[in-house]
């Protein structure tokens, strides 16, 4: 029993060139630009399919540090009063 390793699932994405690629990191480089390109890249319908599933997990892994900023600061300030407060 052998098995096809020639399998394609749908149409392929085209290749994204390493050039393209510096520019988009040039773009996520800019500060409040980074966030709106994301946005773009992630729910837009004209973006290229691993562009949008990049961006998709920049923003899950950016809410997922900012949730964790959150709660550690909530902890901190917490602790602070309690030590410090009257």
Do not use: C, E
């Amino acid at each position: 029993m052998t098995t096809d390793q020639s399998q394609t699932f749908g149409d392929t994405a085209p290749v994204i060139s390493v050039r393209h690629w510096l520019l988009t990191l040039i773009v996520l480089a800019i500060p409040i630009l980074n966030l709106v390109m994301l946005f773009v890249w992630a729910f837009g319908d004209g973006a290229n399919p691993n562009k949008r599933n990049y961006s998709r997990a920049a923003l899950l892994l950016s809410a997922i540090a900012l949730a964790l900023y959150l709660i550690f600061l909530l902890v901190f300030v917490v602790l602070f009063s309690a030590a410090f407060g009257s």
